[in-house]
């Protein structure tokens, strides 16, 4: 059963950061963040699916998603890889798009891996350059919700 380790800390109104274990391996969890068919498995907050997501792994390529709303709205969001070391580092730029398809504003995600005992990943989220402190708040409210969809991907896939 997968335990639920998370904390929280927003040390400025622009920056967010999420610390959670996972009862799986780095290169799973690695894995978890970089392939479709998992992606498609946790990515967005609770009742949220994600029927399209477009990846182009390597530094400078670009990426896009599709989150659906439970009322069927399409959420889009896209970004550049800026950083790919597997299974211990991804960093992407992250931005929202508008209703004509136009980036809104865009902040910067990195997440570190780090096995901290056989079969048991720490995962270090960072999401930098948010311009309101509501803004952070909402992303603190969907990355939470993502990763607990993510622990429970993880217990499936393990």
């Known amino acids: 059963m997968q335990e639920k380790q998370s904390e ?5 109104p622009h920056e967010l950061v999420i610390v959670r274990v996972f009862d799986a391996p780095a ?3 690695f894995a978890a963040w970089t392939e479709p068919h998992h992606l498609a498995r946790w990515s ?3 009742g949220f699916t994600t029927p399209h997501h477009e990846m182009d792994l390597r530094p400078g390529g670009r990426w896009r998603a599709c989150l659906r709303a439970p009322d069927g709205t399409d959420h889009w969001v896209q970004g550049v890889y800026q950083e790919i070391d597997p299974p211990r580092r991804l960093a992407m730029t992250h931005a929202w798009e508008d209703a004509q398809g ?5 902040t910067l995600v990195t997440v570190e891996f780090s096995e901290e005992a056989p079969g048991r990943t720490r995962m270090h989220f960072r999401q930098v350059g948010f311009d ?3 803004s952070r708040d909402g ?3 969907g990355w939470t919700q993502s990763f607990d969809r993510l622990a429970a991907h993880l217990g ?3």
Not at 8 to 12: L, Y
Not at 102 to 106: A, E, F, H, R, T
């Open 102 to 106: 136009q980036p809104g504003p865009q």
């Open 44 to 46: 967005g907050p609770e």
């Open 139 to 141: 992303h603190d409210g």
């Open 27 to 29: 290169a799973l969890v």
């Open 8 to 12: 929280t800390a927003a040390t400025s």
């Open 156 to 158: 499936h896939a393990a």
């Open 132 to 134: 309101s402190q509501a």
